[in-house]
């Protein structure tokens, strides 16, 4: 059925779920499946006074692309799924950009992307990747929600 399935990891519980559901998909097709972490950079307020400007790391949540993509290979070599994982710079694009065109050129049959299910007020404010992927492939999309209620998480 699926011979190449794409999955968007950032190291959140719902991308954790999203990669499990997409291993769980490639057992019973035989896909490959690529990970994809999508680094963002965002605007740094620089002091125009100092000479220099402090280097920022290039993951800003501090080593979680690093423990992704290790957890996603770490997965596949347990789950004997033939996979990759690999993280993209956005250079300034929206997160769905940058999936979409790693999609294209993974020439993924399917995307798996985890959401945490934000709505109302949240969600309006926040936005939601998934959704502005959904709206805007030309491929199957499963999107697994993470509900913390559920897990007792909070």
Do not use: C
């Not at 057992?27 to 620089?46: C, D, I, K, R, T």
């Not at 934000?118 to 926040?126: A, D, E, M, N, S």
């Amino acid at each position: 059925m699926y011979k190449r399935i794409l999955v968007a990891i950032d190291g959140s519980r719902s991308a954790r779920r999203a990669l499990d559901e997409a291993v769980k998909i490639a057992q019973a097709s035989g896909a490959v499946v690529a990970a994809v972490y999508v680094a963002e950079h965002h605007a740094q307020l620089v002091d125009v006074n100092t000479p220099f400007a402090e280097d920022v790391p290039a993951d800003t949540r501090g080593g979680s692309a690093t423990a992704a993509l290790e957890d996603a290979e770490a997965r596949f070599r347990e789950q004997k799924v033939q996979g990759t994982a690999r993280a993209v710079d956005a250079y300034g694009e929206d997160v769905a950009t940058v999936l979409r065109r790693a999609a294209d050129e993974a020439e993924a049959d399917l995307i798996v992307m985890g959401t945490r299910g934000l709505h109302g007020l949240r969600r309006l404010l926040l936005g939601s990747v998934a959704e502005a992927v959904l709206r805007t492939v030309d491929r199957p999309v499963l999107v697994v929600r993470h509900d913390p209620e559920a897990e007792g998480v909070r």
